[in-house]
């Protein structure tokens, strides 16, 4: 009887949570709803309830069970599980020093290049130190304190600046003045003109991807293509959109190549499960895998896109992190243009960003996206989302225009800024080139070379009683292994799986941005930690 | 065969359903004029600075310390900047892990999250947790991944004020859901009932639409109106009764024009009343660095406090934040030098009384000097602005007007605000951009011209509306001064 009641109150009340999570039709209460009822509903769900219509108090309406479960279903393995652990060890180690068999947390997990104490760009802060406190531009002192092409420059940037009033939104699409530069910075770099009217700054590089997987996802019938191994905010914001990641495969044997026949068997596949394949994603630099494209494979993917009609979206963050000497940097824009497609033949999307490079600066979020190849009816809709959140912070523009168009020979300041940038890309390659040799020393890992971005991507063969161990404690072997390496020298790594990998390979990503002076010392842990892994699970 | 991707009929439809008026059409227009030559004041959006508004000196100091680090090891930094100044900029840099130029925790720094603490803390008489306070860049960004969070479907309805601020209904349209609108009582200074909540849910639920959260913009945008404390017990009671997750949007909080109705933070009130609902209401709160007196909206500077939220979604919550990897660091620099002001007896203390009580001296003043002008206007009616930065009059059209609008494929109120641009450079939004009842007609404006060009811009304002008039309902027509 007293479920009854409380089923027929339910009706008139409705519950917001339990009714939606069990699909349940609402009973309409379209005549009213009274304080009478109200203090009958909640008499009643009072009373203990042992079906699932629980009552309304004991399932608010922001729970697991009720959140979208595009939300549930995405995940984000760079600042996951690992990172989780690390942090309580690490407040242990402040706790209770000596607690573990290290001194410090080496967070290897994520291209956070200052965290480790790689230092900014001088000329760069210099220009938005003036530009957040312009009013002392006029000062003698500042003279003293800050290089005259710095000053040069931030007069420079706040004339463009209506009101030279850096507090103020801009435009949607970014200032003007600093779309500009950046336009004339990409010419410079490509050899083909760039029209500020394609550029929209965002505050890095992600939004943009966020925005681009919006605009091109309706439904889960809408795939993106990504490689395997990804940087995992391409799986996240698939998952997030609601569309279905389609992968493609590097091959790791050839140095994480990427052949067109594997682009065309997963599309092939695709279409055959009914999904309409929207976009290429690619990462060059590659991340975590470190290969950059050779010239003729990228005009091979140019090619692939626009026979199949899909946009072409290529994350050029990485574009200032390449050692070796026989690979060079082409975006993707000057590559289909010097084939000969122009802005009406192929939508590509370039994302760039000031995080990386030799700039590092993940802190400011600033980064952009060149959109060619969009109708204008299709432009106005990127233009529309991009104007709900009015705009991208200022000091982030303004970092993106100055990467884009950095000191040049002859600046009062080109010395130093060109010292301390070749400092950084020279001792990146170094770091680079030790860890790789270091983990190719270890029993059963192989490491491809990192060509460029900022990480390492070793793999690692486990024995058996090792894939056992992990599969007994529900973790990846991938995973355990990381967390085994954790625990015993505090170096965060990411497991492979957070990226993708060939079902069966099990990896880990390790940045290359520790200091140099400590890269030795994580050589050597890491080598005697997989020495005694491997001692203790081998066959 | 070459297909095209990305043609206008293939774009996800929820993009394509969304609109934001604030920069829509007439900012469109308007900016095209502007190229044209033609003055125009842009009064469509909440952007302080743009219209003269100074920053405030401290904050700015400290942030370009924080910037350019190398200055705080030079002798001569003193002579440039105060000591206060030099002595922030070290501890919020002794926050981060390498500067401004390292990613933060994905919440934000934490010494500046606990800061913010502090200040609701203080602010509310409750303290307030750090882990459950995530900067954001800038409230908006907050507001859509709340919402994107709690928006499955279609059949998820999200209650929102009409007028409202149109992030809303953007945000909502672009992730799917429905909004289920409840109109404010302009006849009552745009106050809430109670009642016109009860129909609204009913209605959605009629309909099959699950209501599960309540948008309140309080002081409120378009509309101004501070909410009282038994109103925002009334609002908290139904979210309670109604199972609805209540969304905070306190950006506002301090541009407050009247005394009658100080703002008072819903968290508060809240607590105030005691458990069951202190205990089990989820609220969201959101802030910012933007409005205020700071008015720093370039910075995108952020924050929302969860209260009663589970922690598994919370984690949630976190693991979407994680994705973008952290908020830009320079506006958390300013998110603490907003909760945490130069204090009585610091150096900069004088300097930041005067600049931060001049900013709200002067809006207080603009708010009646436009409201005034409005009402002097016989077809024009205008709700004082208790709060925000907004002008909302409902402008009464006669049916020539209207006729002459739909004549021009128009919209009454675009017509009206496109002719107003186009004869004085105004550039108001709509209201038909924040939504407004049938066949009623507004426009919305800011506060923030500076306040000598207040009285040419009301002048300019009538002159037009006594033109429009007369040419749309003849010559019975007049203003009364």
């Known amino acids: 009887m007293r479920r009854l009641i409380a089923q027929t109150t339910k009706s008139l009340i409705t519950n917001a949570t339990t009714t939606s999570r069990l699909n349940l039709p609402h009973q309409p209460s379209s005549h009213y709803y009274n304080n009478n009822i109200s203090r009958l509903a909640r008499f009643l769900t009072s009373l203990p309830s042992n079906t699932s219509m629980a009552s309304d108090k004991s399932t608010p309406p922001l729970t697991v069970d009720s959140i979208n479960p595009k939300v549930l279903k995405c995940e984000y393995a760079v600042r996951g599980e690992i990172v989780s652990l690390a942090q309580n060890l690490q407040q242990d180690l402040q706790a209770n020093p000596g607690s573990h068999p290290f001194e410090e947390i080496l967070y290897c997990n994520i291209g956070n290049p200052q965290s480790l104490g790689q230092q900014p760009i001088t000329f760069f802060r210099e220009v938005l130190a003036l530009c957040d406190h312009p009013s002392i531009l006029d000062k003698s002192e500042t003279q003293g304190l800050f290089s005259a092409d710095s000053i040069e420059r931030a007069w420079q940037i706040l004339d463009q600046i209506p009101g030279s009033a850096t507090g103020a939104y801009s435009h949607s699409q970014g200032v003007k003045g600093l779309r500009d530069t950046i336009a004339a910075g990409i010419e410079a770099r490509d050899g083909f003109p760039a029209d500020p009217n394609d550029i929209f700054l965002t505050d890095g590089a992600s939004p943009g991807v966020h925005m681009m997987m919006q605009l ?107 050692y070796v000497p026989e690979k060079q940097f082409h975006s993707f824009k000057k590559v289909a243009r010097s084939m000969g497609y122009g802005d009406k033949d192929i939508p590509l999307v370039s994302f760039q960003s000031v995080s990386k490079g030799y700039y590092g600066e993940c802190g400011k979020r600033g980064g952009y996206m060149e959109v060619t190849g969009f109708s204008p009816e299709v432009r106005e809709q990127i233009y529309k989302v991009a104007s709900v959140n009015l705009c991208s912070n200022i000091s982030g523009q303004i970092l993106a225009s100055l990467v884009m168009s950095p000191p040049k020979v002859g600046d009062e300041s080109y010395e130093s800024y060109f010292a301390e940038k070749d400092g950084i890309l020279q001792s990146l390659a170094r770091r680079a080139k030790i860890l790789e ?21 070793p793999r690692i063969r486990l024995p058996n009683k090792a894939i056992k161990e992990a599969e007994s404690l529900k973790k990846a072997p991938d995973a355990y292994y ?27 990503r390790c940045t290359i941005l520790p200091q140099e002076e400590k890269i030795p010392a994580i050589v050597s842990r890491l080598t005697e930690f997989h020495q005694k892994f491997m001692d203790e699970f081998r066959d | 065969m070459s297909r095209k991707a990305l043609d206008y009929d293939q774009l996800n439809e929820n993009v394509k359903k969304a609109q934001y008026a604030v920069r829509g059409e007439l900012y469109l227009r308007a900016s095209e004029l502007q190229k044209e030559g033609k003055k125009i004041i842009f009064t469509n959006v909440g952007n302080p600075h ?62 500046i999250r606990k800061e913010v603490a502090e200040f609701i803390g203080r602010r509310d008489g409750y303290p307030s947790n750090p882990e459950l306070i995530y900067l954001t860049d800038g409230a908006s960004k907050g507001v859509m991944q709340i919402l994107q969070t709690i928006i499955r479907g279609n059949g998820d309805g999200i209650l929102v004020p009409v007028p409202q601020y ?67 017990k009334e609002i908290l009671r139904f979210c309670y009764q109604e199972n609805l997750v209540l969304l905070g949007d306190e950006v506002y909080q301090q541009n407050v024009y009247q005394d009658e109705r100080p703002f008072i933070s819903s968290r508060k009130v809240m607590l105030d009343m005691g458990p069951p609902i202190s205990k089990e209401l989820q609220l969201i709160s959101f802030h910012t660095v933007s409005k205020g007196f700071l008015g720093e909206c370039g910075q995108r500077g952020g ?87 907004y002008s909302f009059p409902q402008v009464k059209l006669p049916p020539k007007a209207i006729e002459a609008a739909k004549q021009a494929g128009k919209v009454p109120d675009v017509f009206y605000c496109l002719k107003l641009l186009e004869a004085t450079g105004i550039s108001t939004v709509p209201g038909s951009g924040f939504g407004q009842k049938e066949g009623v007609f507004h426009l919305r404006t800011t506060i923030l011209p500076a306040e000598e060009d207040m009285p040419a811009i009301m002048e300019s304002f009538k002159k037009f509306n006594d033109a429009f008039m007369n040419q749309y309902e003849g010559n019975s027509w007049y203003s009364r001064m």
Request: net charge negative; glycine share 10%.
């Open chain 1, 216 to 322: 091109l996802i309706r439904s889960e019938n809408d795939g993106i293509f990504c490689p395997i191994p990804q940087y995992p905010l391409y799986s996240a914001s698939i998952a997030l959109h609601g569309g279905t990641l389609v992968p493609y495969y590097l091959d790791e044997a050839t140095g994480w190549g990427l052949e067109i026949s594997e682009l065309k068997k997963q599309l092939e596949t695709a279409r055959q499960k009914g999904i309409t394949v929207r976009a290429l994603a690619v990462i060059n630099p590659g991340n975590p895998t470190g290969q950059v494209l050779a010239e003729e494979n990228q005009r091979e993917i140019v090619e692939f896109c626009k026979k199949e009609g899909l946009v072409l979206l290529a994350d050029e963050v990485y574009q200032e992190n390449v």
């Open chain 1, 437 to 457: 040799d270091g983990l190719n020393k270890l029993e059963g890992v192989t490491c491809n070379k990192a060509e460029g971005a900022m990480y390492l991507f």
């Open chain 2, 166 to 232: 149109p992030l809303y209904s953007a945000a909502i349209s672009l992730f799917g859901g429905s909004l289920v609108p409840y109109y404010l009582e302009e006849n009552a200074n745009w106050g809430l009932d109670i009642n016109n909540l009860r129909q609204s849910v009913a209605e959605a639920r009629s309909k099959g639409i699950t209501v599960r959260a309540m948008v309140i913009i309080n002081p409120g945008n378009p509309t101004g109106q501070c909410l009282s404390v038994d109103n925002l």
């Open chain 2, 303 to 389: 924050y929302f406090e969860m209260t009663n939220i589970p922690p598994e979604s919370v984690e949630e919550i976190y693991k979407v934040a994680s994705i973008s990897l952290s908020p830009n660091v320079p506006g958390m620099i300013f998110m603490g030098c907003m909760v945490s002001p130069p204090k009585p007896g610091d150096i900069s203390y004088d300097q930041f009384i005067r600049e931060s009580t001049g900013i709200l001296e002067s809006l207080r003043k603009r708010a009646h000097m436009m409201t005034d002008g409005f009402n002097s206007c016989k077809n024009v009616v205008c709700n004082f602005t208790e709060g925000a930065m």
């Open chain 1, 482 to 508: 990381a967390a085994r390496l954790l625990n015993a020298t505090g170096i965060v790594v990411v497991p492979g799986s957070g990226f993708g990998q060939v079902p069966g390979t099990w990896h880990f």
């Open chain 2, 50 to 111: 743009a219209l003269g508004q100074k920053p405030l000196t401290f904050p700015r100091q400290v942030v370009a310390l924080c910037q350019a680090p190398f200055l705080l090891d030079d002798p001569n930094v003193g002579l440039l900047f105060p000591a206060d100044a030099i002595a922030k900029a070290k501890l919020y840099l002794s926050y981060t892990s390498g500067g401004l130029g390292a990613y933060s925790d994905s919440r934000g720094l934490p010494g």
